[in-house]
């Protein structure tokens, strides 16, 4: 689980893009009936949170704290009645439909779509780890999942910080589930999780079936993701790029690394770009998520790194 950092740009910076979505979502597909009825549920349901009443381009645009707050105050309104029939329709077929959820975000233009994604800067999914994501016009290896599932909270379906674009494997595993990880208001990758490794052979530098990839939760709350998302056992396929990180180690200890920078600063301006070249991924703290696997591979270089210095290597 790898934190975006989008929440980390400046204030005008990030209502600018927020802007420039709304107006990409809105762009086509218009339906002012529609858009009308919408905007009396809000009018009515989402009245005075806060002292603010909020407006459906206002539920769009909300930022993390705000979607909160409306949530809170759908499931407050959903105990009393079932509210979100007031955002659904029928066609002329006769089936219900919910115009929000059905051409808002079912129907949402590629220019809406990449420019999302684009602008949240996301390589790799970041609720695995694994897989890289990827969108541009009618090419696609990336899905957008609702935090806040579209089910539950149709309000929500098309809201800029509701979206998180992640690999189909998750987003088909994670469906309606209702995670206490958010990628939007994380900020520290070492505060979810952490990668360890166990051998359970002596034979593991030429058997990678003697190593066991361990996930260690930070916090109690997050264990449910990651048996939701099947980390563990996923994480088990890769415990050849463990063994693979442990053979690297073996040959090119700290050391090794130092004198291979003294030789080529020509080449490199740091240790740690030597480090990134030799483990073959982005080591620093804010780069985990630049790579697939990037999280495992650090975790398992700095577990490595103290083994060393308690040897005494």
Known sequence: MIPLSFMKKNEKVRRKTVDQYYQYLMEKGRRGSFLDVIEQWCEHYLKSIEGV??????????????????????????????????????????KEKCYIVDNLYKGMSSEARDFLIKSLDVNVCPYCNRNYIYSSGKTHTCQLDHYYPKGKYPILAVSFYN????????????????FEYY???????????????????????????????????????????????????????HNDVVQEIIRKNQLNSTTYIHSLYEENKNIFESESEVENMVYSNYLGDDEVGLRSLGKLTRDIV???KLYEKLKGR
């Open 163 to 178: 979206l998180i674009p992640v690999c189909a494997s998750c987003n088909l595993s994670k469906k309606e589930t209702n």
């Open 302 to 304: 700095e577990e490595l």
């Open 53 to 94: 009443d909020y407006s459906f381009e206002m539920v769009i645009k909300a930022e993390p704290n705000i979607l909160e707050k409306i949530r809170l105050r759908v499931d407050t309104e959903l105990k009393k009645r079932d509210i979100n029939n007031g955002l659904k329709h029928m066609t002329p077929k006769n």
């Open 183 to 237: 990628p939007h208001t994380e900020t520290d990758v070492d505060e979810l999780l952490k990668f360890s490794f166990e051998f359970e052979g002596l034979n593991y530098l030429k058997d990678k079936q003697d190593i066991r990839v361990t996930i260690i939760p930070q916090k109690r709350k997050y264990i449910k993701q990651i048996k939701k998302l099947e980390l563990g056992e996923l994480y088990q396929k």
